[in-house]
């Protein structure tokens, strides 16, 4: 048992190096729920600081952090912060179901292959939640920063 705990936390750990040392988010286009095409480089345009929020609709942890990012969205998208959620999902029903539960305000897309998804490896995404944090030139401003020092960064930002 403490072999294979040692061996997730290894894994965990060479994850977050490759996570960390990505400097410029890859461009992606996935759909919204409804079928429209959203592409990363163009949403992020005009946009002070924009958060790909990696997800799932079964994720209680993604869920939790979703209440934090739709209050800090309410203070801050007038000042040019604005959100992209990738759900990692594969149930297309239960990710619109999600979405309607939670009444997120902006962009939902997927391409419903959960972690068999080719963005897990562009952006090494080994579990969610997972955040980038990117400006309108998809340089990676901040990982994974959660709670009350994500809303610090984006007053930081959007001052």
């Not at 729920?33 to 929020?53: C, E, F, Q, R, T």
């Not at 009444?103 to 955040?131: G, H, N």
Request: include cysteine; charge should be positive.
């Amino acid at each position: 048992m403490k072999k294979i705990i040692l061996f997730f936390m290894l894994l965990l750990s060479v994850a977050g190096i490759d996570a960390q040392s990505l400097k410029v988010a890859p461009s992606f286009t996935m759909n919204t729920p409804d079928g429209k095409s959203v592409v990363l480089a163009d949403y992020v345009k005009g946009h002070k600081a924009v958060l790909i929020d990696f997800w799932a609709s079964w994720c209680v942890p993604c869920r939790k952090e979703g209440k934090n990012v739709k209050a800090i969205y309410a203070d801050y998208h007038n000042k040019g912060f604005e959100v992209l959620s990738v759900s990692m999902d594969n149930d297309a029903a239960k990710w619109k179901k999600a979405i309607e539960e939670e009444a997120y305000p902006w962009a939902q897309v997927s391409d419903l292959k959960a972690f068999k998804s080719p963005i897990c490896k562009q952006y090494s995404i080994m579990t969610v939640p997972c955040l980038y944090l990117v400006d309108e030139n998809l340089n990676v401003i901040a990982i994974n920063l959660r709670g009350e020092a994500l809303r610090n960064k984006i007053a930081e930002i959007c001052k």
